[in-house]
């Protein structure tokens, strides 16, 4: 596969380039609970890992998964596990922290044990020494999440253990966002930002004046926007580091990533 001459995108707080597009692995992994306007089946593990293999081959080389994603972290894990170790490090591998998802329900918890030991957790089942980019998953309460602590004080000591690269936040409302920047520990926001979704806007503006990488989540607002529309009007906004887009099929994942070349 002739891999496509994506743009790269870095912040000065995250420390590496990644593509402007990357890939969500939601849909490897889980089919319950989820917010699209179709069901899909699951895949095999097999297709799994070659859709994994295909993106990476595609040129794409941000990654995003979560525990919560059921099986996407062990099928990804296997995946990485299979290619040159040249290749493999090129990958940009984000995953979350914070919620798990169990018997069709999702769990939180914030506290620093929780987070240390689901950040361990999803490096064993990625086969990775180290992750380059965690997440702590919001269930809504931004402010409380901030100002208790311990979840932030966690991804800190990983990251001072080199168990993983940047320490990230995705809130859920514009205070959130706005405290996860003021917040000297916190590397990288990921916010919901696309033409029906602009109210980050000026989070994204202030995030990267901070330096501060900002990826974007939902861009096709869970597959009711036409990525023609919506991708390129995001990728415009020059404070967004990687938009992250989900799905299944890799030839619909190249027609979105051409957008933008």
Known sequence: MTPLALPLRTAPRLGRSVTAIGWGAFKIGRNQGAKYPTSY?????????????SVIALG?????T??????????????????????R???????????????GVSRYDF??????????????????????LVWIHSDGSDLAILRDGGAIAALEALKSAGKIG??????????GANAALRDQRVDALMVEFHPSATEMEPALRAGHSAGKAIFVKKP????????????????????????VVGGLSLARLRTNAMLGV
Do not use: M
Not at 166 to 175: E, L, M, Q, T, Y
């Open 41 to 53: 089946d699951l895949p095999t593990e097999a297709d799994s890992v070659a859709l994994v293999r």
């Open 60 to 64: 794409i080389n941000a990654i995003d």
């Open 66 to 87: 979560a525990p919560a994603y059921g099986l996407s972290e062990h099928r990804i894990g296997i995946a990485l596990e299979g290619i040159d170790p040249a290749t």
């Open 89 to 103: 490090a090129n990958v940009f591998l984000s995953t979350k922290a914070g919620e798990q998802f169990e018997v």
């Open 111 to 132: 506290s620093r044990a929780a987070i240390d030991a689901s950040v361990h957790e999803s490096l064993a089942r990625l086969r990775s020494t180290c992750v380059d």
């Open 166 to 175: 940047a320490i990230g936040f995705s809130p859920k409302s514009v205070d």
């Open 220 to 243: 096709l607002a869970s597959g009711t926007l036409d990525p023609a529309v919506a991708l390129p009007w995001i990728l415009k906004h020059h404070a967004v580091t990687c938009v």
